[in-house]
């Protein structure tokens, strides 16, 4: 497996879940390697959000992806997620471990911010999550690490670090060279002009020549 993998998150919103999971998110998944799929539908209601998870978890968890809930640490234990990714105010990781277990990944938003990553990471957290790193539409962006913030964690930690912010193969080179072990990306694969496979195939030849 590379050393950095691709992290895919949901479109902002799915009109029609199902069909999104039989065509375009099985076709992404089929196009190439993908490590983890994160459901976020901001501001959808909690049964939307669920009816999508129960379209989606099969079709990403036949090929060997783990689900994480964005947010809610409730609705990853009700859907069946594999773990719940947390902002900085979406409740406590260490109440997160007691509700969703051992075997859960749980991922933390830390920002721009070294001392939010160390107190993830002391606090149990499977990643930390930095960004975001290039602007973004999917939302406002007030915190712009640069790239040695991968570099500093990687070379002090083990967990895992993830980059999330506007990344694209055209942009992702130094994120890789400086640790990331996973990129996120929204409009990289959903908005590719080719479609969902090829925005796969295309971010992980930007990830493998990087």
Known sequence: MPDCRLYLITPP????????????LARALDAGDVAALQIRLKGAPD?????ATAAILPVAQSRGVAVLMNDSMELAKRSGCDGVH???????????RKLLGTEA???VTCHDSRHL???AG???ADYVAFGAFFPTSTKETVHKP??????????????PCVAIGGISPANCAPLVRAGADFLAVIGA???????PAAGVRAMNAAIAAA
């Open 146 to 159: 640069e790239p040695e913030i991968l570099e500093w964690w990687s070379e002090m930690f083990e967990i």
């Open 86 to 96: 947390l902002g900085q105010q979406d409740g406590d990781l260490l109440a997160a």
């Open 47 to 51: 049964e939307a959000i669920l009816r």
């Open 189 to 195: 694969v959903w908005s590719h002009p080719e479609g």
């Open 122 to 124: 002391e606090a149990g």
């Open 117 to 119: 990553a160390m107190e």
């Open 105 to 107: 990944t749980i991922g």
């Open 13 to 24: 919103a799915l009109p029609d879940p199902a069909r999104f999971a039989a065509e375009d």
